[in-house]
């Protein structure tokens, strides 16, 4: 059983954020979990949550839900949503200030990995607040699909990296990486162990 339950989840409401979301939604879906959505605009802007991702229209996308689905056939999954907006003209400090009072046990962030200027005129936004809360966190690098198809909602899981070092001690990922690949049914999956130290004493875990 994986060890979460709580997933967060921060949105700009753009396309790119899309993989992001629905790795969201699925790993949400598979726990029978609470995803949380929080936005943060400089401006009050709209009251309402219209613009959040759509739920419904996605779990019927992938067969889940039948079409005209109601918020009830969604709780019937399992699965509790809720939405957060937040004012403020710092982004980070907005969502670590909110994960203090509402902690999460996974963090599902969208990274844009931008260089050079474009990192100093839009400052990044996931690391940071993967450093500041120390969760457990999935980075979705944009234009990447990753393991969730956002079209079908299908997982594809073949090959896991995991560095190894002493501290911090790799086995609580092996565990997670191996309980991830279960649950999402892959199949041969490829655990690569890189170690990252010359240390001559040796690192005890178990491998997947």
Request: charged residues 20%.
């Amino acid at each position: 059983m994986l060890p979460f339950r709580r997933i967060f989840h921060p949105t700009d409401f753009s396309a790119a954020d899309s993989a992001a979301f629905a790795h969201a939604m699925k790993l949400t879906y598979l726990v029978q979990g609470e995803l949380t959505m929080m936005h943060v605009d400089p401006t009050v802007g709209r009251q309402g949550f219209e613009d959040f991702p759509r739920i419904r229209p996605l779990l019927a996308r992938w067969g889940v839900l039948p079409e005209g689905s109601s918020k009830d056939d969604v709780a019937n999954l399992g699965v509790q949503i809720k939405r957060v907006r937040a004012v403020s003209d710092n982004t980070t400090s907005a969502i670590l200030q909110h994960l203090t009072t509402h902690p999460t046990e996974l963090l599902v962030l969208s990274t844009h990995q931008r260089e050079g200027l474009a990192r100093l005129r839009q400052p990044a936004v996931a690391e940071p607040v993967a450093r500041g809360t120390h969760a457990r966190t999935l980075f979705v690098p944009v234009g990447v699909e990753g393991f969730v198809s956002t079209e079908t909602g299908r997982t594809n899981l073949s090959r896991v990296l995991i560095p190894l070092a002493h501290k911090p001690h790799p086995q609580p990922a092996i565990d997670l990486a191996a309980d991830l690949a279960s649950m999402l049914g892959s199949e041969n999956v490829l655990f690569e162990l890189v170690h990252l130290e010359k240390e001559t004493t040796p690192l005890k875990f178990i491998q997947p």
